[in-house]
T-cell receptor
Framework: KQEVTQIPAALSVPEGENLVLNCSFT??????LQWFRQDPGKGLTSLLL?????REQTSGRLNASLDKSSGRSTLYIAASQPGDSATYLC???????????FGAGTRLTVKP | NAGVTQTPKFRILKIGQSMTLQCAQD?????MYWYRQDPGMGLKLIYY???????DKGEVPNGYNVSRSTTEDFPLRLELAAPSQTSVYFC???????????????FGPGTRLTVT
């Protein structure tokens, strides 16, 4: 059974710091992996989608990598800002299946 | 485009009552999904649909029903509400074809449901 884990559960950093969020999954047979941002009381906003054949995706200050063989993905945030404070979730789409499995998220706080 | 919309935003139900959570999207997406999110947990898939008239169970379907009569709408029905169904419910949609298998999901703002 596919399990998705995100460590740490919470992270607090000073403004301007570069940081890495981690996502691990137990079954490498995935179709894609998606990173989301969730603000308190809000829905999820898609940040980056990495297909299983890709190694990384970039959008602005965000860079996501995927290593299927080791069951890991990282989300790199450069020059963090207080506006980056939110919960970040990763989710994998199972191969040949429409099910998505989510991690519990990492709650990020960027202090001014 | 309004994207994915959900109603209501909040609802309190008594045990045994029934209700329908509404979800609509105006992006002409063929796939639609219902998830629940419990405090401190990731989202879990309840049901999904790959097109009008086609639905299938996800990881946690018990206690719920869905229908998909149009491309735009995907209501979720709770029958005989139980305290275990207290959660935040999210609807999502995505577009995918054999030539464009993207599956990038777009989410609604959620419905916070309390069953007491």
């Amino acid at each position: 059974k596919q399990e998705v884990t995100q460590i740490p559960a919470a992270l607090s950093v000073p403004e301007g710091e570069n940081l890495v969020l981690n996502c691990s999954f137990t079954d490498s047979a995935i179709y894609n992996l998606q990173w989301f941002r969730q603000d308190p009381g809000k829905g999820l906003t898609s940040l980056l989608l990495i297909q299983s054949s890709q190694r990384e995706q970039t959008s602005g200050r965000l860079n996501a990598s995927l290593d299927k063989s080791s069951g890991r993905s990282t989300l790199y945030i450069a020059a963090s800002q207080p506006g980056d404070s939110a919960t970040y979730l990763c989710a994998v789409r199972l191969y040949n299946n429409n099910d998505m499995r989510f991690g519990a998220g990492t709650r990020l706080t960027v202090k001014p | 485009n309004a994207g994915v919309t959900q109603t209501p935003k909040f609802r309190i139900l008594k045990i045994g009552q029934s209700m329908t959570l509404q979800c609509a999207q105006d992006m002409n997406h063929n796939y639609m999904y219902w998830y629940r999110q419990d405090p401190g947990m990731g989202l879990k898939l309840i049901y999904y649909s790959v097109g009008a008239g086609i639905t299938d169970k996800g990881e946690v379907p018990n206690g719920y029903n869905v229908s998909r009569s149009t491309t735009e709408d995907f209501p979720l029905r709770l029958e005989l509400a139980a305290p275990s169904q207290t959660s935040v419910y999210f609807c999502a949609s995505s577009y995918s074809t054999l030539t464009t298998p993207l599956y990038e999901q777009y989410f609604g703002p959620g419905t916070r449901l309390t069953v007491t």
